[in-house]
């Protein structure tokens, strides 16, 4: 149990999927300008990552490892996580359209979000048990929510103020503010190492 919430806040501070890895940066730069949407986009990863991972797992070590067919992973979670996108497309659409609205073209886009596949790809690599796998998905999701709805309320909060220079609003702010924030956990480091 200690070992699994070692996994799990290491995920979200010391080995942040996108402050430390720099993964999943397209959604989290064009979708970090406003609270609500970096929000809708969190949950719509959290949904995504830990469904690839739950599905991933136990298709590469029950299936492709006994078939010895280990080199195709890649195209599988792949083909897993566009399905996932999918249903999550489809559940967004049926119940809450604003938001899907929101999202525009970076719904279907998650498909491609290299956290989703990182963090199968990372299972595989440091070869967790089922159980670790959901825990560090979680964590990793969660650890990308975190990061992206600080840099919404900084970047919100920067708004109200106005003085951000022509050059640095829009991407130029948000990179300059995940920088600071990335330092910011580099700070977590020694606590705790999920290799």
């Known amino acids: 149990m200690a070992h699994a919430l070692t996994i799990f806040i290491a995920a979200i501070l010391t080995h942040n999927i996108a402050l430390t890895y720099l993964l999943g940066m397209?959604?989290?730069?064009?979708?970090?300008?406003?609270?609500?949407?970096?929000?809708?986009?969190?949950?719509?990863?959290?949904?995504?990552?830990?469904?690839?991972?739950?599905?991933?797992?136990?298709?590469?070590?029950?299936?492709?490892?006994?078939?010895?067919?280990?080199?195709?992973?890649?195209?599988?979670?792949?083909?897993?996580?566009?399905a996932s996108v999918q249903l999550v497309e489809m559940i967004m659409e049926r119940f809450f359209p604003p938001l899907q609205a929101a999202f525009g073209i970076f719904l279907p886009l998650i498909t491609v979000n290299c956290t989703v596949l990182a963090v199968s790809l990372f299972m595989v690599l440091r070869d967790y048990s089922y159980g670790m796998t959901l825990v560090f998905a979680l964590g990793s999701a969660v650890g990308?929510?975190?990061?992206?709805?600080?840099?919404?309320?900084?970047?919100?909060?920067?708004?109200?103020?106005?003085?951000?220079?022509?050059?640095?609003?829009?991407?130029g702010i948000i990179m300059i503010i995940a920088g600071i924030i990335a330092l910011a956990f580099m700070g977590f480091g020694g606590m705790v190492d999920i290799n």
């Open 26 to 82: 397209c959604p989290f730069i064009s979708l970090s300008r406003s609270i609500k949407t970096a929000f809708g986009m969190s949950i719509a990863v959290i949904f995504v990552v830990t469904l690839t991972a739950a599905i991933n797992w136990p298709i590469y070590h029950k299936i492709l490892v006994p078939l010895e067919s280990e080199i195709i992973y890649y195209i599988v979670f792949i083909i897993v996580i566009a």
């Open 144 to 171: 990308w929510m975190l990061a992206i709805m600080i840099v919404a309320a900084i970047n919100e909060k920067l708004k109200l103020i106005g003085d951000i220079p022509g050059g640095l609003k829009g991407s």
